[in-house]
């Protein structure tokens, strides 16, 4: 019993690699089985177009929004006489009200991310400041 215990704790890498071998197998087998199978091959050629089409439109989306940024020099959902939040694109609702964060814990947050830019930039240049 106690070879087992100790068997498991420092398994032979033989068994690993056979282990490994035969997880390859079953699951080449399960690919081949699922590749096989009519209903299962149009599922997955039907996901596989969902999620090509949902990434055109993104694409389009990100592409309208930089064009219009370029035109009017705001981002979407922003007036571009007042540089306003207009509320986003139209049927959207505006955002609810503020997460009651305290504007000085941002304000403290952004200060240590700037710190903290600043020390990878010097430690990515090798002129590292020592001290706080």
């Not at 993104?58 to 219009?68: L, R």
Request: glycine residues 8%.
């Amino acid at each position: 019993m106690a070879d087992k215990k100790a068997d498991k704790k420092n398994p032979d890498t033989s068994d690993l690699s056979s282990k490994a071998a035969e997880y390859m197998d079953l699951w080449q087998k399960q690919l081949s089985a699922m590749a096989s199978d009519e209903t299962v091959a149009s599922m997955m050629a039907q996901t596989a177009q969902l999620m090509n089409n949902s990434a055109e439109a993104v694409a389009a989306m990100a592409t309208q929004q930089k064009k219009q940024t370029k035109q009017t020099g705001t981002s979407s959902g922003q007036d571009s006489a007042t540089g306003a939040t207009t509320g986003g694109t139209a049927g959207t609702e505006t955002a609810g009200a503020s997460s009651g964060v305290d504007d000085h814990a941002v304000d403290r947050l952004t200060e240590r991310l700037e710190r903290l830019e600043e020390r990878i930039t010097a430690l990515e240049r090798g002129t590292v400041k020592t001290g706080k």
